[in-house]
């Protein structure tokens, strides 16, 4: 059964760990996600972006190929299906279709636009026992054209926005999505420790997790935060681990061409990088 981000967020910003939200894009994805998060006993988040839900069929096409595959698999850690930064419609939309977190990313309206969307979301998602989070400074990064340093977060903006109820909370500190550019500066920690205090027990939650040098992200969890976004590093090593078998020309020999072993090395390699990142992250035996 899904479980909101609530509980497993509160005891990870209790215990000094992060919870890993990995992002899905089909079928593979999520099974080696599920696998591994059982396999060491780790509470996970599985995160749909709304290209990524509309790619898959909507959401409630996601939400019912996800509480197949946990009963099918007898997943038994807890399991938060989450939206990845959403739009207001996009947020109602996965309330309705049996999301049981969703984000909210209202990061680009002024604050009383996003402070009064995010009102709104948080009553309706409350009703269902949904974690909503929200994001305060944009997160920079190809995603949005911008390549560059990412936006940092005025520690005022986030308590007020923590303080309308949100379950956790995204913060730019420096943070971007997809690769880092060489001469990135690194996260802003005076940044995150001045929002830490403001905010309190909230978890924080930390995006653009692939290429931040592991000693950064321990530290980022020292400071409070408690959820940390995988997204492109799992799409690098899937890519990576596919090429090497057809450069191998394995798909030639035999049965090589049939799609579960065309695509076997690839999933392995998804497990691989959940893996590595359960471990840095400290979720490993949590759930
Ligand atoms: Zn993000």
């Keep these: 059964m899904l479980v909101s981000a609530k509980e497993m967020l509160e005891k990870a910003k209790a215990g000094k760990y992060a919870v890993g939200q990995f992002n899905i894009n089909n079928l593979e994805w999520t099974k080696a996600i599920l696998l591994t998060a059982q396999e060491l006993n780790s509470p996970v988040i599985l995160g749909v972006s709304e290209g990524a839900g509309k790619y898959m069929c909507g959401f409630n096409t996601v939400a019912g190929m996800v509480n197949g595959m946990i009963k099918t698999l007898g997943i038994t850690v807890p399991v938060a299906l989450h939206l990845d930064h959403g739009t207001y419609e996009g947020a109602k939309k996965c309330i309705e279709d049996g999301f049981s977190s969703i984000m909210f990313d209202g990061s680009h309206y002024p604050i009383e636009e996003n402070i009064a969307k995010t009102k709104e ?105 408690s959820k940390i976004n995988v997204n492109t590093e799992c799409q690098l090593a899937f890519a990576d681990a596919t090429r090497k078998y057809i450069e191998a020309g394995k798909d030639l020999e035999g049965k090589g061409f049939d799609p579960r072993k065309l695509l076997a090395p690839g999933v392995e390699a998804i497990k691989a990088t959940v893996k590595e990142k359960m471990e840095l992250f400290g979720s490993v035996n949590k759930a």
């Design 121 to 225: 979301l948080v009553a309706l998602a409350g009703e269902k026992g949904i974690s909503v989070e929200a994001e305060v400074g944009a997160i920079g990064g190809e995603e949005d054209g911008v390549l560059g340093g990412g936006e940092v977060a005025d520690p005022d903006e986030c308590k007020m926005i923590a303080d309308l109820g949100v379950t956790m909370l995204a913060a730019g500190i420096g943070n971007i999505h997809g690769k880092y550019p060489a001469n990135w500066p690194g996260l802003r920690f005076d940044v995150l420790e001045k929002i830490s205090e403001k905010v309190g027990k909230m978890p924080l939650v930390l995006h653009g997790g692939t290429g931040i040098p592991a000693d950064m992200i321990k530290r980022a969890i020292s400071l409070g935060v």
